[in-house]
């Protein structure tokens, strides 16, 4: 299955609703294309919706690392939502979910920030 994103931004804050699978040559993709939209939007905070994203490997996650860093670097935040099985056992062994923010829903994930 491939791997498709739907953006959408509220203020400062940059919604992703991921499906499919996120693996080297989509995270190639849209490295870039993301942190042209954050700069250019002045995003401050990120929330990813995993909740129909299948597969992702080792280059997925050093995409949503690196997004997190360049937050941080910004006083942002970074939520994760709904995250599906097979992606949630990648976090719990990657050690993800220790430093990121995680909601159960994208309505969660949106209050928290106060953008719902």
């Not at 159960?104 to 928290?112: G, I, K, Q, V, Y």
């Amino acid at each position: 299955m491939a791997f498709t994103v739907q953006a959408e931004i509220k203020k400062d804050v940059l919604l992703l609703r991921m499906q499919g699978e996120l693996d080297h040559h989509a995270t190639e993709k849209i490295r870039e294309e993301l942190l042209n939209l954050m700069d250019e939007h002045d995003i401050h905070h990120l929330v990813l919706n995993l909740s129909e994203l299948e597969f992702m490997d080792s280059s997925g996650l050093g995409l949503m690392l690196g997004r997190y860093k360049h937050l941080q670097k910004k006083n942002g935040s970074m939520i994760v939502c709904a995250i599906s099985e097979p992606v949630k056992r990648l976090f719990e062994m990657s050690g993800l979910f220790r430093i990121m923010i995680i909601e159960t829903s994208e309505d969660h994930a949106l209050m928290r920030l106060g953008v719902a």
